[in-house]
């Protein structure tokens, strides 16, 4: 499946991009806040097998985020879809991957979950260290309902979503 940004591209990923999700969840310094992945590109690729039948059963969808020309920028999954809310994770971008991805990335994800899937709203935790990630879901209109030690647990309304839409259009 595709889905088409203004500046990026978000496809599910197969199992041929094994290689590109293991070297970009190994960038020990970019990952300290996503769960660690164990094993090789082998291991890998059989998570991706696995990951490939909860994607039929609609259960899942692990995006690579590409340039339009093609230039892969990083991955963003959506999961744990209950009665009226998706989650959403394992984001995990570029370095060097042009200024817009992140919004324009968070955008997608939020335009897929509230209109192609019909969520009324979203959750997500992340990790209280993790400040700038904190402070871009702030920004955005997300909200802290609650925290454990490690984590905050955002929810995000598909109402607050669409100010948020009106004010980042240029994005979409
Ligand atoms: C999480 C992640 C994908 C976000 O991408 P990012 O490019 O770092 O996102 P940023 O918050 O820097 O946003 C990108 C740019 O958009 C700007 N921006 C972000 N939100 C904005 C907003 N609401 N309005 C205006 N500008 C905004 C930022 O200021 C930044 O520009 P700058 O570099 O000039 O400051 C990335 O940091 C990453 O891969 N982190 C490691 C993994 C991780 O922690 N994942 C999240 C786990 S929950």
Do not use: C
């Not at 971008?93 to 209109?115: M, V, W």
């Amino acid at each position: 499946m595709i889905i088409h940004g203004k500046n990026i591209v978000l496809k599910t990923v197969e199992v041929y991009d094994a290689e590109f999700i293991f070297t970009m969840r190994k960038n020990q310094d970019r990952t300290k806040y996503l769960s660690q992945i164990t094993g090789t590109v082998e291991s890998q690729k059989e998570w991706i097998s696995n990951y490939k039948q909860r994607e039929k059963d609609k259960k899942e969808f692990y995006f690579l985020i590409e340039s339009k020309g093609k230039e892969k920028l990083g991955l963003v999954r959506i999961y744990d879809f209950q009665e009226d809310s998706f989650s959403w994770g394992s984001w995990l971008i570029k370095e060097d991957a042009p200024k817009t991805t992140a919004i324009e990335s968070a955008l997608q994800i939020y335009e897929f979950g509230f209109y192609k899937l019909g969520f009324e709203k979203s959750h997500f935790d992340v990790r209280k260290e993790n400040d700038k990630v904190i402070a871009f879901h702030k920004r955005f209109g997300a909200k802290v309902v609650n925290e454990s030690e490690l984590d905050y647990f955002f929810t995000f309304e598909k109402s607050d979503y669409e100010i948020t839409k009106e004010k980042y259009k240029r994005y979409l």
